[in-house]
């Protein structure tokens, strides 16, 4: 194993440690309050769970809690910049972290994808209340959801993104200087969009037509459509939106004190994030029926409803600007983790060449960036919401089972944060509480994305489904070819 752990090239300079519990946890914040609150809640509730998304983001808090506790653990007992691909190599071996480490790429790289999408909604909203007026072939993908028959199928388009392209190589430029300006930038950016999403649920409450949440769990029409099973698929489609605690474990290399700080930033992350998106959710669908949600840009056609011209400006504009320090932290996030495979020699080893003048992973930051670019342009963003929730699940399990196999294999090494409730031993193994149901609930949250899939393939829509088996069947080639040669 140590073997495995060498860099690629020890006379290159190491990452900086700069970072602080308040820095951590904007770069936390900066990342969950993002398309999960800004766009993934008005699909939720439009083809999910309608008002009672509000409900959908207590179950996918929950499940996200109990993996905090894993992430807390590993974080202050092994402080390494690749997150769960770092703990599931040192706990399960190459294969498996080769796994995790293709899940974070679905994770991190679509997500940065799908807020662009969010990002794109919202600049195109704002600039056609001052008259300006893009045009579609520049801000459509070029697969998108079409109804055909009265069910909606992945079709090919007549457009590409450039807006969400363009969004991401300007933030993706914006990391290639030192990492203290970059979040500098993002700390000003996470208050701007925190003071905005407050003031639109201090406003919006006034503007509330309780007919509008009634019923408050709609009745259930199969498939997943509405009532209680509509409730967790809705969770399970805004998941994803909780991954930006994860994001402060990829942290660890430059974190001043890892062992004290990491703990303190994700649990701040997510009991502020979760405060504020059932907030915002509750408010939302209050304002507006539910049915008229599914779009890219939510919160700006509920602002639209409250008819105050200036306050709409106001909230569209910090939704712009707020979208991209989201942008900025899971572009980060995924060099970071790039930057930890390629040192393992499971990636080539540009993306663990560090500029001696910034500190940062410059060249593969642009490649990053110019790969997440072309996803956003391409594919709509309820598939991409799904295709990270689905590697988020996955990933969450291996976490929650790396505690378990550590406290194993080296249960005398010392942890400055340690998962709560105990456990019991069944031959051997450490079977604790918290990691089991944080496992327990990652499946619970994969299986009806899955299930979904698996339904509209069914029903001649097999893309879906064919992509994600695509992804992984290119992952285990990857390795076999690749990674096991190195």
């Not at 690629?8 to 900086?16: C, I, K, R």
């Not at 001052?130 to 801000?139: D, N």
């Not at 149901?437 to 994305?449: E, H």
């Amino acid at each position: 194993m140590k073997e495995n752990l060498q860099p690629v090239n020890d006379d290159e300079p190491g990452l900086a440690r700069t970072l602080g519990p308040l820095q951590l946890t904007m770069i936390g914040v900066g990342c969950v309050i993002g398309a999960g609150i800004f766009v993934m809640t008005g699909t939720a509730a439009a083809t999910h769970a309608g008002p009672a998304v509000v409900l959908s983001f207590v179950v996918a808090a929950i499940a996200c809690g109990f993996t905090a506790f894993c992430y807390a653990e590993l974080a202050g007992t092994m402080p390494l910049s690749g997150s769960s691909y770092s703990y599931a190599l040192l706990t399960f071996g190459r294969f498996t972290a080769w796994c995790a480490g293709w899940l974070l790429l679905l994770e991190y790289g679509i997500a940065a994808a799908t807020v662009a999408v969010g990002f794109a909604g919202y600049a195109v909203a704002l600039l056609d209340q001052f008259g300006l007026h893009l045009p579609a072939s520049i801000t459509t993908p070029m697969l998108d959801f079409r109804t055909d028959g009265g069910t909606n199928r992945l079709q090919f388009g007549g457009g590409i993104n450039l807006v969400a392209a363009g969004a991401i190589l300007v933030v993706t430029a914006v990391l290639l200087r030192r990492v203290t300006q970059s979040f500098a930038f993002n700390t000003a950016i996470v208050l701007l969009k925190i003071a905005a999403l407050v003031a639109f649920v201090l406003v919006g409450i006034a503007f509330i037509d309780p007919a509008n949440l009634t019923p408050f769990v709609p009745p259930a029409r199969g498939d997943f459509e509405f009532g209680w099973p509509g409730v967790l698929r809705g969770a399970s489609a805004i998941f994803f939106a909780y991954v930006g605690f994860e994001t402060v474990s990829t942290s660890a290399a430059e974190a001043r004190n890892p062992q004290r700080d990491l703990p303190i930033g994700i649990f701040m992350t997510l009991a502020v994030c979760t405060v504020l998106y059932m907030a915002v959710a509750a408010v939302m669908t209050g304002i507006v029926p539910y049915t008229r949600l599914g779009v890219a840009d939510p919160i700006a056609v509920a602002v639209d409803a409250m008819q105050l011209p200036m306050f709409g400006i106001a909230v569209k504009s910090a939704a712009v600007i707020g979208l991209l320090s989201v942008l900025l932290t899971s572009i980060y996030g995924q060099t970071r983790i790039f930057y930890a495979m390629a040192r393992d020699r499971m990636l080539p080893p540009v993306f663990a060449r560090i500029d001696g003048r910034t500190r940062t992973p410059q060249v593969g930051t642009i490649y990053t960036g110019v790969a997440m670019a072309l996803l956003a342009a391409c594919l709509p963003i309820s598939l991409l919401g799904d295709l990270i929730s689905l590697g988020t699940a996955v990933a969450f399990a291996i976490v929650c089972a790396a505690v378990m196999r550590l406290r194993v294999v080296e249960p005398d090494r010392p942890r400055s944060f340690r998962v709560p409730l105990g456990g019991i031993r069944v031959r051997g193994w450490w079977i604790g509480i918290i990691p089991a149901l944080g496992i327990a609930f990652a499946v619970l949250m994969g299986l009806p994305l899955l299930i979904d899939m698996v339904l509209r393939a069914t029903r001649g829509d097999v893309l879906p489904l064919a992509i994600v088996g695509g992804y992984f069947a290119a992952g285990l080639v990857i390795y076999v070819v690749y990674v096991r040669s190195r």
